[in-house]
């Protein structure tokens, strides 16, 4: 509504003074909008695994993408990389259990099975905690774990779980809140930070996204490539 009424308003003023010569106020200039560093770099698909602590070689620091299904991460994937396809985008989440490894020159992004499926049964969700919990406490070349939410609901009891997990293992780990074009400007900040008090995380810990608008994006390339580099 708003922005429809200043785009008239800036048509208007342009029809009737014409080119203007000079009528036009020189700009104050703006910070260069941010740049996706994964952009610009090489990446490959190096396999799917099994096993929490499969060997990749060669060893390189890595980047775990983890999220409950449904959650966005595959779209993600694909935004941050630049590369539509790249990650699977599934309609009939939750059905994998495998680890899937990106090679980028100088780490490795580890996509993790999402969790919270609705049909999957006691059995399966026990595997699925065991997983988890080896791969988060037992892989010496983790370097940080990127945790994503959809920043329209509150965390759930899955989410709840895999907080504790994260927890106990120490690491590193920056919430990625997805979907964030689902809600108004002003709604995004204020789930965010509703978000990071109910998950006891420090405001420059969560960073706002959206696949589909491209928001945020740059901001977590750069940060992953940086944990990535971190001595
Ligand atoms: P995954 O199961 O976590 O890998 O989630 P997907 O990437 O497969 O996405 C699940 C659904 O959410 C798909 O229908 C996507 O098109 C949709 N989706 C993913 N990211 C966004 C986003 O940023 N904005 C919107 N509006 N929809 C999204």
Request: hydrophobic share 40%.
């Amino acid at each position: 509504m708003r922005a429809g009424r200043e785009g008239a308003g800036a048509q208007g003023r342009g029809e009737k003074g014409g080119d203007g010569g000079g009528a036009h106020l020189p700009p104050f200039g703006r910070p260069d909008p941010p740049v996706n560093p994964l952009l610009a770099l090489p990446i490959e698909f190096v396999g799917s695994f099994p096993d929490p602590l499969v060997r990749l070689d060669p060893p390189l620091p890595e980047v775990a993408l983890i999220g409950r299904s449904n959650v966005g991460k595959s779209s993600l994937v694909n935004a941050l990389v630049g590369r539509p396809g790249l990650a699977r985008v599934s309609g009939t989440p939750g059905k994998t259990t495998l680890l899937n490894a990106f090679r980028l020159p100088s780490l490795y992004l580890v996509d993790l099975p999402g969790y919270g499926f609705a049909r999957a049964g006691k059995a399966a969700r026990a595997g699925y905690r065991r997983l988890i919990m080896r791969y988060l406490g037992e892989r010496s070349t983790l370097a940080g774990v990127v945790w994503l939410l959809d920043v329209r609901h509150p965390p759930s009891r899955d989410d709840g779980e895999i907080q504790e997990l994260l927890i106990a293992s120490g690491r590193p780990v920056l919430a990625v809140l997805t979907k964030a074009d689902k809600l108004t400007r002003s709604a995004r900040a204020v789930r965010a930070r509703e978000l990071a008090s109910a998950l006891g995380l420090r405001d420059d810990q969560v960073q706002l996204t959206s696949s589909s608008s491209g928001q945020g994006i740059a901001e977590l390339g750069q940060s992953i490539l940086a944990i990535g580099e971190r001595p």
